[in-house]
């Protein structure tokens, strides 16, 4: 769906940015990071991904299940492949400012950063309550001037020397704002530095993907419906393997015939 809404998919240049639920977002960073390395030998050995991990959910043996189905060797994949962890805002400043920059071992064609803004709300409304506090201090109380707002100017900056540098593909994803159905976490700052913006919304029978933002193509929905079985609400789901783990067909058959008696 996303390749159907790009037009063809990511490309260097405009810096991505998707919004929408966690698990689905890391997904799909994940699986471009195995795409991109579907090159010749050659290419793949100078091929390096560079993996900000801020929701912590980068997943290893996915990543190999991924590489196996695409016929690639896990093991070397992984090696292409530089993941920082985060766990505070700004441990992801210093990693986007700083620290990203000074990679010099090969080029960084791909720079992948999950939940650039998971924790954009959380320090806005502390920075928020500190000014509060602060009456004898003369402070101007408009939000771009916070910190939360400062410290996402720096990691555009960071991000700014990549792209001269290296001109990698960069693909951002962070949530929706917590007040907002469709408006995500980051504010003006993170549209204008953004060039595409896609949302994905997600439903129990469908998944809309929305184009938000776009230098020349026009705001546009695609929908992806979801299989019957995917539809079932996942506790549902967990509770019906639970019951047939590891039954007979005759123990099942039996254990069913009496609940619907």
Known sequence: MLDVLLRGGFVPGPVYFLYGPKKMLSSILMKTAVNSLKKSDEEQS???IAYIDGENRFDPYLISKLAVSNRLNPSSLLKQIIVSRI?????????????LSTIHENRINLVLVDGITSMFEKTSQLSDSLRKR?????????????KAFQDLKMMFLGLNKIIERFNPIII???PLHSKSEYRPAGGHILSHFSGIIVGIHENLRYVDYSLDQHPFLPHQNERFWRSPLSRQSPQKRVAFSKTIHNLTLDKYL???SKNDE
Do not use: A, C, P
Request: aromatic letters at 12%; hydrophobic letters at 35%.
């Open 172 to 174: 951002l994803t962070g």
């Open 134 to 146: 602060r009456q004898n201090v003369s402070i101007n109380q408009k939000s771009l001037n916070s």
């Open 87 to 99: 766990f505070t805002w700004d441990q992801m400043v210093e990693v986007l400012y700083e620290k």
């Open 46 to 48: 100078s091929h390096l």
């Open 254 to 256: 039996t254990k069913f």
